[in-house]
């Protein structure tokens, strides 16, 4: 597997330890190409003729010896990554795991060493730099071959340090990265497994950590991954079978991992059979459990149970879905488990109802109720003990076994009551293809989106489309002096991106957005093509809200119109006064369009040309925005 394989490789570690992510493999791709012909753009304006320029986006680069060229190539991307979009390394949060996955790194631009450093060799490759990834102790590097090609001496390279933007190095100031001298075998080039393992134990580490939900969660999905590539390292087997026995993983598999350490190392019998003996007693006791305690919710100790047996849910901070196979009135677990579990931290504590839930990913959890939602999309749950407890998965919900409906008698019909009451709610939630492609096309993230679908609904009275009488019942639209215009730009085909002018009668959740974008606050560290690209969809927005004729100017009645809305409110101000600051203010237009005018010259009104120039020391971008903060209100504000 050669280094061009390296950053789809990470793109999907990064999948495996992040399910739930809306961004695809081919999307993380695209984003590190965009970035790419950045580069190409430099490099044009730097060497015409650079042969990096002749290739085709995706198409497999011819290497570059000249090493000039190599340089240049070199140049562009530092040009780029550090100054253009403002990557660095992430020196105030090193050790949050999102500095080693991909994709938050290309959107976050921050990274660790390794991260930037994939980031960094892949663009090389894709323009024709051979680049080769070195395994640095502390910090990792890349290396560019200065000498005669596959040279072992450590002198003949120059190494760059993608964390500290793309800084040059000579082997001796590598040392001064870490503090102390190292042997030459650590400058060498490493392959990508390699590259990839050291990736993976990063995770590892920082899931060694913490004692909780996540950072277990973390070290589960790191541990599978280094053993997909190491399966028969004894060493992480045995911290696998440790993982599994605490976190209550079926104790059947448990005694798999652990035949698998004992066939592989015989010296581990010690650890292996204090496993195994307490694995099995495990088993037994729950072979065992006689006369189960029946649990109803009318009883008035168990009054604050929200949930019941067999609905499925989301967990609010980890996101992973879950089905409930039974739930206590508060914290059953003792001491020891509850402060390593952080329990109380919660806002509520143990004095809550905690559930048992089977999870997806195939562990047992044992969750609080404040941390727990109703999945907005039911789906089966994969886990292996399913058929222990339920019957059948009913569609939104699963139905309980004999001896759980026992011990739960009256789960049954809650659950049937819960999921006929959400059924109607469950029908208007997005898909997450459909979720991706609204993120694509507007740049709200999936979070916004499904905040603005909810919102979209409420104003809708849950259908599938808007009118403008729908608007009437939003508080903040009216007190806005112009919110009639506010409104016709909803529904403004010039708005929504339509080739013929006028106005739609309705708009759908797709025109909503799309409406919504022009409020969207920039993103951090947008380059300057983004920022002004912005500010223009921004202006041109509210150029349209003027020019309500769509003659592509403003002229002096459609001013004193808009002037007269906002104005509109001040007892102090009638209709002659605003007239007059309508008047006004076109002068000032014309003048700062034009320049010196003739008595008898009449300016015809503002164009959009002119209006950029009017604008250009107002703050367009903090005028426009919406709000996301109160999540019953989220809408656009226009001051």
Request: proline share 4%; net charge negative.
């Amino acid at each position: 597997m050669g280094f061009s394989a390296l950053f789809p490789a990470a793109g999907l570690l990064d999948q495996y330890c992040n399910p739930l992510t809306v961004t695809s493999l081919e999307c993380v791709i695209s984003q590190l190409d965009d970035i790419t012909e950045k580069v190409r753009k430099v490099l044009r304006l730097k060497n015409s003729t650079h042969p990096s320029l002749s290739a085709e986006r995706g198409e497999e680069p011819e290497l570059i010896c000249d090493q000039e060229l190599q340089r240049q190539v070199l140049d562009a991307i530092n040009c780029v990554l550090y100054e253009q979009l403002k990557f660095k390394g992430n020196e105030t949060d090193y050790y949050n795991p999102l500095n080693s996955y991909i994709h938050q790194v290309l959107s976050r631009r921050t990274g660790i060493p390794i991260s930037l450093s994939v980031i960094y060799l892949t663009i090389a490759w894709k323009l024709g730099v051979k680049l080769e990834p070195v395994n640095f102790p502390s910090h990792f590097l890349l290396r560019w071959c200065r000498g005669p090609e596959g040279s072992m001496d450590i002198f003949d390279y120059t190494y760059i340090d993608a964390f500290g933007k793309g800084k040059r190095l000579t082997a001796k100031e590598c040392e001064y990265l870490i503090g102390h001298h190292v042997t030459e075998e650590f400058y060498g080039a490493v392959s990508t497994k390699e590259v990839l393992q050291r990736m993976v134990g990063n995770l590892l580490n920082l899931g060694k950590r913490e004692s909780s939900d996540q950072s277990y969660q973390l070290l589960r999905d790191s541990l599978d991954l280094y053993l997909a590539m190491f399966p028969d390292n004894v060493q992480h087997l045995m911290l696998q079978a440790r993982l599994y026995f605490h976190l209550g993983i079926w104790p059947e598999k448990v005694l798999d991992i652990l035949q698998q350490i004992q066939a592989l190392d015989p010296s581990q019998h010690g650890a292996v059979g204090y496993l195994v003996q307490h694995t099995l007693e495990h088993i037994e006791r729950r072979k065992h459990q006689t006369g189960p305690e029946v649990k109803c919710h009318t009883d008035e100790k168990h009054k604050d149970i929200q949930f019941s047996i067999g609905l499925i849910m989301k967990h609010k901070r980890y996101g992973y879905d879950c089905v409930i196979y039974g739930w206590d009135p508060k914290c059953m677990m003792g001491l020891e488990w509850i402060r390593n579990m952080g329990v109380t931290s919660l806002p509520h504590g143990a004095n809550q109802p905690f559930y048992n839930v089977l999870v997806q990913d195939g562990s047992c959890r044992y969750a609080a109720q404040e941390n727990l939602e109703y999945n907005s999309a039911p789906s089966e749950i994969t886990h292996p003990e399913i058929g222990r407890y339920f019957m059948e998965f009913a569609g939104m919900h699963y139905v309980a076994n004999e001896e759980l409906q026992l011990r739960y008698p009256g789960d049954g019909e809650l659950t049937l009551q819960t999921v006929t009451k959400m059924g109607s709610l469950y029908s208007h939630f997005l898909p997450p293809d459909r979720i991706q492609h609204l993120a694509q096309k507007t740049g709200f993230t999936s979070e916004q989106i499904e905040h603005l679908h909810r919102r979209f609904m409420h104003i809708s009275g849950d259908e599938e489309t808007i009118r403008k009488e729908h608007f009437n019942n939003i508080p903040d639209l009216m007190l806005n002096p112009i919110r009639s215009k506010i409104i016709e730009a909803f529904f403004d085909k010039r708005n929504l991106g339509q080739d013929s002018t006028g106005c739609v009668n309705e708009i759908n959740f797709e025109d909503f957005l799309i409406i919504m974008s022009y409020f969207k606050p920039l993103e951090e560290n947008a380059n300057p093509e983004r920022v002004q690209c912005n500010r223009n969809e921004k202006l041109r927005f509210l150029f349209n809200m003027f020019d309500s004729d769509n003659d592509g100017k403003i002229n002096l009645t459609e001013y004193k119109h808009v002037i007269e809305q906002m104005l509109s409110q001040n007892p102090h101000i009638g209709k002659e006064l605003a007239s007059s600051v309508a008047d006004a203010a076109m002068l000032e237009a014309a003048t700062i369009c034009v320049g010196h005018m003739e008595p008898d010259q009449v300016y015809e009104g503002i164009t959009f040309e002119d209006f950029l120039k009017i604008w250009t020391n107002s703050d367009i971008e903090t005028k426009m925005n919406v709000r996301f903060l109160n999540m019953d209100s989220a809408i656009p504000l226009c001051r």
